[in-house]
Each structure stands twice: as C-alpha cells, then as structure tokens.
C-alpha cells in the first residue's frame, strides 16, 4: 500500500516539492533521499530496511570497484549475484515452489509479500555496477547521492529506468528553471488524465465484458480485449509521463519510455517504441553480452531467445509472463528472417493491423495469469458460432463508446503535434493554463468520486 492518490497530490506533493525549492543546493539530494524513502515505506515500513541494505551494500560494491581495479570482475559478480538473489526471493520464491510442486509433491509454496518497484530499482542499481565496472562512469564517492539515485519516487515504483550515467551529471549540477518546471507540470497533468480518465476508463469495461463470460459474444471479447489494450497503454505509459514530469519538476531530464507504440507497422518497430528503457536495459546488458547479432544468426536466434524468456520473467513471477516473452522472442525472430522485408514492401495499413493484431492477442497472454482463463477468454474470442455480443456487452460496448473513441485518438501523436504547431501562437499560454487546470480539476474530481483506481504496474 502507498498514499492514497489525493494523500500523493496535494500534501506530499506540495510539501515535498515546496521545501525542495527553500533548501541549498547541498541538501536537496539530501531531501530527495528522505522524503522517497519516506514515501516507499509509507504502506510497508519493513521496506525501508531493504532499500538501505541495496543502496549501501551497492555503494560499498561501487567504491570497491574503483579501489581494486584487478579485482572489479569478482566484485561486480558479487553484485549482480546479490542484487538478483534479493530479487528472486522476493519476486520469484513462490513461483519457484509452485513449479517444483509439478515435479515434487507437499513442497510448502513460499510466500513472500513483493515490495513495490523491486524489478525497477533492482536493474538501475545493475545497470550503475556494470557501467562502473566498464568504464562508463566514475564509482559514486557520496552516499546521499546514490541514495537518491536508487531511490527517487518520481521513477522508484514503476520507471522508467534510469540508468546511473544517463543522470549522473545531473545528480551533481542539475539546474531547474521556471520552464522546466513548466514543462513538467504540463508533462504530469498529460500522464495523470491518461491514468485517471483513460486508463481506469478502459479498466473498467475490460473487468465488466470479461465478468459477463463466454455469453458476451466473439464480439465482446474482442472489445474487451481492446479495452486492455487500451488500458495498460495508458495506465503504464500514464505513469511514466508523471515521472518524467515530476523529474522535470526537481530539475531532472529522464528518458522517453514510450513513443506512440500503436501506430507501429511492425513487431520490431513497436518494441522501439514500447517501453523504451526496459528494451534498452537488456539490449545493453544482455543482448549484446551475449554477442547480440554478431555470431551468425542461429546464435542471434539463441540471444533473442534467451533475452525475451527474462523479459516475460521480469514482468511476473508467473508462466503466463514467461509464454508471453516467447511469444514476441518468436515473432521477432520471424520478422528477421522473414517478414520485415515484405512488411516493407507492403501498404503502411496493412503494417499496422498485423501489429495490432498480433499485439492485442499478446496482451491477454500478459494479463490472464491462471492458464484456465486465458483458454477461456481465446475460445471465447475465436467461437465464430456466438459472433454477436449479448445484451449486457453490448450495453457495456456502446456506453464506452465515447471514451474509446477517444483512447483512439490519445494514441496518435496529434494532440502532440497540435501543441507544437501552436504552442508559439499569442494567447496559447492562458488557454494552456486553462487546460492545465481543467485537467487537474477533472482528474481529482475521477479520483475522490471513484474507488476503481488499479495500477498494473505495481505488481512489477
């Protein structure tokens, strides 16, 4: 559990964001480290334990790296052992014996509560000791600075993922401006309406369709199925605007985590534009490790492979996650070998539905964890026989209508480009301000009057 989101707003927030701005340069490290711990132990105090075990152990493993240099491979496997080992059991002890019971029987299934964000801040403390380890940056000598590194609340719960020597210098010698913090106002209030009016929006008619069954019709189950692709867009990608504009707000530039992934024309390219920092993470950190596409291509077949199996891994503790990493590790493959050069050559619409398409389907892979309600939901979706969607679908179909003509439309980038091509025209700046508090308005309205507010992220 962590604040409640009007808690989040207009009291932690405000305070934190306040005393940042009264504080010298020297201490606003220093406050950025206490109020995110702060707010990563406000539901699980236990918590606050791990993190400074990670955060000093990780600083220790940095400095002694810097300091034996004949020594830093040991070290650094030292780290990487340590930080995986924390996270497999809490992430993955319970799989692990679920699995076991397959083979064994009576084995007790160990459970273990996930603290929030593990998966996240787990790889931006890998990602510091490898750069540390080849050079790319200089090992961290203070500890308060590391410390808010690791455990920065814009980013901790849900990225993107930073890696250490994209921010280091801003770390030391970020500089915030009266436009930056503008900028990441605006950048925020566009990630909280996506969250609160489209992402909830969509949730909704998803666990509606999906409760009234079999009898909703291939139709309804293709809307549902929609209404989550719809909604995890937009909850993840919501999320990660607000970080990045919380970033902006506390004088940090943190990377594009998502660029307009449903206008793809292809697999590969979605995955430049889903996600961004994850793909980055294990292109540089495993892929290419393990000789990415330099050994001919059964071995690149092998890296693509192994890489996608972690992917699905680290989104779940579940086989389901681990389906569908394959799943888009095969679809890769064949574009590769196969299909890229005719996608190239074929209309840009016909591109994009094969994308969507294949996306869509890979969507319930990722959200039905008990492997019963998947076959359900892709019988359901594929009974020709029962094409129309009953009455009460339908009901929940045409009500949602509006809103996901909308989330059509909030997946282009033309609300982007309309701000662009205006945002120097006289008067833009009191209509955007308008705007800027409509939204505001609107969002916390949703949130004091509705109790639906998932997260699906959390669970990483």
Request: proline share 3%.
């Amino acid at each position: 559990m962590i604040f409640s989101s009007i808690t989040f707003l207009f009291f932690f927030l405000v305070v934190t964001i306040a005393v940042y701005y009264l504080l010298p340069r020297s201490l606003k490290n220093g406050w950025l480290l206490l109020t995110s711990l702060f707010f990563y132990g406000y539901g699980e105090p236990i918590y606050i334990l791990l993190m400074v075990l990670s955060i000093v152990s990780n600083y220790i493993l940095g400095l002694l790296m810097g300091k034996f240099e004949k020594r830093k491979k040991l070290i650094l496997i030292i780290g990487i052992i340590f930080n995986l080992l924390l996270l497999g059991y809490f992430k993955y002890a319970g799989f692990l014996t679920e699995t076991l019971n397959l083979i064994f029987t009576n084995l007790a299934v160990k459970t273990v509560a996930l603290p929030i964000g593990i998966s996240f801040y787990t790889f931006q403390i890998m990602s510091y000791l490898i750069d540390v380890y080849r050079g790319n940056c200089k090992p961290q000598r203070n500890i308060v600075t590391f410390g808010a590194y690791v455990t920065m609340f814009p980013q901790l719960i849900a990225g993107p993922i930073v890696r250490y020597r994209d921010i280091e210098l801003q770390l030391e010698t970020r500089t915030e401006s009266f436009e930056m913090f503008e900028s990441g106002v605006i950048l925020f209030t566009v990630g909280l309406c996506k969250k609160v009016l489209l992402a909830n929006t969509f949730g909704d008619l998803f666990d509606s369709l999906n409760a009234i069954g079999p009898t909703s019709g291939v139709a309804g189950h293709f809307f549902a199925m929609i209404a989550f692709s719809l909604q995890i867009y937009f909850d993840f990608s919501g999320y990660s605007d607000m970080a990045r504009g919380l970033g902006n707000m506390f004088g940090f530039e943190f990377v594009k985590n998502f660029d307009y992934p449903y206008i793809s024309k292809s697999i590969t390219e979605f995955w430049r534009r889903w996600h961004i920092s994850l793909g980055t993470w294990f292109k540089e950190y495993v892929y290419i490790p393990l000789g990415g596409n330099r050994n001919g291509l059964a071995k690149q077949i092998r890296n693509i492979l192994i890489v996608w199996a972690l992917t699905g891994l680290w989104h779940g503790a579940s086989w389901n996650f681990v389906l569908w990493g394959i799943y888009y590790g095969i679809l890769l493959i064949f574009e590769k070998v196969f299909m890229l050069r005719a996608l190239e050559k074929l209309p840009k619409a016909i591109g994009h539905i094969y994308t969507l398409i294949l996306v869509c389907l890979g969507w319930m892979l990722f959200q039905f964890t008990d492997m019963s309600e998947l076959l359900a939901f892709f019988t359901g979706l594929f009974s020709f026989g029962n094409f129309a969607a009953s009455a009460d679908a339908s009901y929940e179909i045409l009500s949602h209508l509006p809103m996901l003509i909308i989330g059509f439309i909030a997946c282009l980038p033309t609300a982007k480009n309309l701000f662009e091509k205006w945002k120097d025209k006289k008067g833009f700046l009191a209509i955007e301000c308008i705007l800027v508090i409509g939204a505001l308005l609107l969002c916390t309205s949703a949130l004091v009057t509705s109790t639906y507010n998932p997260f699906l992220y959390f669970r990483f």
